[in-house]
């Protein structure tokens, strides 16, 4: 199953669909998860959490396989953050 933007959503309602999808892979393979938690001002912010929150890969999968799969298909996005669930904190890289 490929993900399919609804054109009659708007792009943040798009972007979050998208980060929802890969969630699911996330939750059922990984045990970890990644919600949208928002995009202003061209930044968009996503919270990872479960396993993710002490992986050591997070980062790779922010970069990765987040950023890169919404760059696919958003490829005017400034910027993406990565927030631990657990502590808050930014996901550095």
């Given at each position: 199953?490929?993900?399919q933007p609804n054109p009659t959503h708007s792009q943040t309602e798009q972007i979050a669909g998208l980060i929802e999808y890969l969630s699911a892979y996330i939750e059922q393979y990984h045990n970890g998860f990644a919600r949208f938690i928002?995009?202003?001002d061209n930044v968009?912010?996503?919270e990872m959490g479960?396993?993710?929150a002490d992986c050591t890969l997070s980062t790779t999968t922010l970069r990765g396989?987040?950023?890169g799969?919404?760059?696919q298909f958003f490829p005017d996005i400034g910027a993406v953050v990565g927030i631990a669930?657990?502590?808050g904190e930014?996901?550095?890289g």
């Open positions: 199953m490929t993900y928002s995009y202003q968009l912010t996503v479960g396993r993710c396989w987040i950023e799969t919404v760059r669930a657990d502590t930014a996901i550095a």
